[in-house]
């Protein structure tokens, strides 16, 4: 009985290295074909939507063979045609590269992952990622011809639609390595009797964010003379007026849905989470704080977009749920789409 249990477990063991052997060499052959049009792609929509497709490939394909050298080697390969391509040498070599970056830093996290337990590295991969795909997006327009993202309606909502799904993807891939995906949400979004004023709470604090913001913002452009650069699609791209109800629409699905559960689950449950123990109150709410004003990706709006990160984590602390900071920060977004929507009118 105990040998046939063995020749079981044998037989299971296999059959789920020849699964991710399988998943990895398809990964592998759509990085290849992607990172192939990549090169030949003209229109600067295209060419971010199929660069965040061979990050996304990368990352897939570094998360399950779980080794950097061997991720490293099939990443090099699968963008052969980038590395050939008759562009000049900092185009052809900086995306390949940063590509290559992403890819060992996800295969050498997914190798050391613990399977229930979640830490402050987990937090910082996500960040690092997230800088890393935006780094592969921006270089990818090298590749063609450059546009810039006032100027151009279709670059600009790829840009910023494009962000959230990604930010989901990351943290599901962190969730699901540890198998804590279930729990996870069950414990940070649980619904009950007690959950209806935590909403209220979400809302009112979304609110007040939105003045605090407003304020900080107003004091950088008068007291502080920073010139204020936003790149919301309403405030920067022409042509919106006979597309504005689908824009409208989208921006809220990505802006004001999706954005606020990812970048919750991942800053607040995943890195305030996991440095709060490990550094403490103070530092972790600074840290956690400040990497989410960075992963904003604006110079200018650091300072606000921190202060509301550092308010977040302490809802988040205060009550134990994500539910509250996720309304809250769902708020917020909420308010700025609107703002931007009536400063268009």
Same mark, same amino acid.
């Given at each position: 009985?105990?040998?046939?249990?063995?020749y079981?477990?044998?037989?299971t063991?296999?059959?789920? *290295?020849?699964k991710? &052997?399988?998943g990895?060499? #398809?990964?592998?052959?759509?990085m290849?074909?992607?990172?192939?049009?990549? #090169?030949?792609?003209?229109?600067?929509?295209?060419i971010?939507?199929?660069? @965040?497709?061979?990050?996304?490939?990368? =990352?897939?394909?570094s998360y399950?063979?779980? *080794?950097? %050298?061997?991720a490293?080697?099939m !990443?090099v #390969?699968a963008?052969?045609?980038?590395?050939?391509?008759?562009?000049?040498?900092?185009?052809r070599?900086v995306?390949?590269?940063?590509?290559?970056?992403?890819?060992?830093? !996800?295969?050498?996290?997914?190798?050391?992952?613990?399977? %229930?337990?979640m830490?402050? *590295?987990? =937090?910082?991969?996500?960040?690092?990622?997230?800088?890393?795909?935006?780094?592969?997006?921006?270089?990818?327009?090298l590749?063609g011809?450059?546009?810039?993202?006032?100027?151009?309606?279709s670059?600009?909502?790829?840009?910023? @639609?494009?962000?959230?799904?990604?930010? @989901?993807?990351?943290?599901?891939m962190?969730?699901t390595?540890?198998?804590?995906?279930?729990?996870f949400l069950?414990r940070h979004?649980?619904?009950?009797?007690?959950?209806?004023?935590?909403? %209220?709470? %979400?809302?009112?604090? =979304? #609110?007040m964010?939105?003045?605090?913001? &407003?304020?900080v913002?107003?004091?950088e452009?008068?007291?502080?003379?920073?010139?204020?650069?936003?790149?919301?699609?309403?405030?920067? &791209?022409?042509?919106?007026?006979g597309?504005?109800?689908?824009?409208?629409?989208?921006?809220?699905?990505?802006?004001?849905?999706?954005?606020?559960?990812?970048?919750?689950?991942?800053?607040?449950?995943?890195?305030?989470?996991?440095? *709060?123990?490990?550094?403490?109150? =103070?530092?972790?709410?600074?840290v956690?704080?400040?990497?989410?004003?960075?992963?904003?990706?604006?110079?200018?709006?650091?300072?606000?977009?921190?202060? &509301?990160?550092?308010?977040?984590n302490?809802?988040?602390w205060?009550t134990?749920?994500?539910?509250?900071?996720?309304?809250?920060?769902?708020?917020?977004?909420?308010l700025?789409?609107?703002?931007?929507l009536?400063?268009?009118?």
């Amino acid at each position: 009985m105990i040998s046939g249990i063995l020749y079981h477990t044998r037989q299971t063991e296999e059959a789920e *290295r020849l699964k991710k &052997a399988i998943g990895a060499l #398809v990964l592998w052959l759509v990085m290849g074909i992607l990172s192939d049009l990549l #090169v030949h792609f003209v229109n600067p929509s295209m060419i971010i939507i199929t660069a @965040l497709g061979v990050s996304i490939a990368a =990352g897939g394909l570094s998360y399950v063979v779980r *080794r950097p %050298g061997i991720a490293a080697v099939m !990443i090099v #390969v699968a963008m052969w045609s980038i590395w050939l391509s008759p562009l000049r040498i900092v185009d052809r070599w900086v995306l390949p590269l940063t590509e290559l970056l992403l890819g060992v830093i !996800i295969a050498w996290w997914s190798q050391r992952a613990e399977i %229930g337990r979640m830490r402050p *590295r987990d =937090g910082f991969l996500g960040f690092i990622i997230l800088i890393l795909v935006s780094v592969a997006l921006s270089v990818s327009l090298l590749l063609g011809h450059l546009a810039t993202l006032s100027t151009n309606l279709s670059l600009l909502l790829a840009a910023y @639609l494009l962000t959230p799904p990604t930010e @989901l993807l990351i943290v599901l891939m962190i969730l699901t390595r540890h198998h804590v995906t279930q729990s996870f949400l069950r414990r940070h979004y649980q619904w009950n009797a007690k959950t209806l004023p935590l909403v %209220g709470w %979400g809302i009112t604090i =979304g #609110v007040m964010m939105s003045g605090i913001i &407003a304020l900080v913002v107003e004091w950088e452009i008068k007291a502080a003379h920073i010139k204020i650069q936003s790149n919301n699609p309403f405030v920067y &791209a022409k042509g919106l007026s006979g597309h504005l109800g689908l824009i409208a629409f989208l921006m809220i699905v990505a802006i004001v849905i999706m954005a606020p559960v990812a970048e919750e689950i991942l800053f607040r449950g995943i890195l305030f989470g996991t440095l *709060r123990p490990a550094w403490g109150l =103070g530092w972790a709410t600074v840290v956690a704080g400040v990497l989410f004003g960075v992963a904003h990706m604006n110079l200018t709006l650091l300072i606000p977009l921190t202060l &509301a990160g550092m308010i977040l984590n302490l809802v988040y602390w205060k009550t134990g749920s994500l539910i509250p900071s996720t309304i809250a920060h769902a708020t917020l977004n909420l308010l700025s789409v609107v703002i931007a929507l009536m400063a268009l009118h």
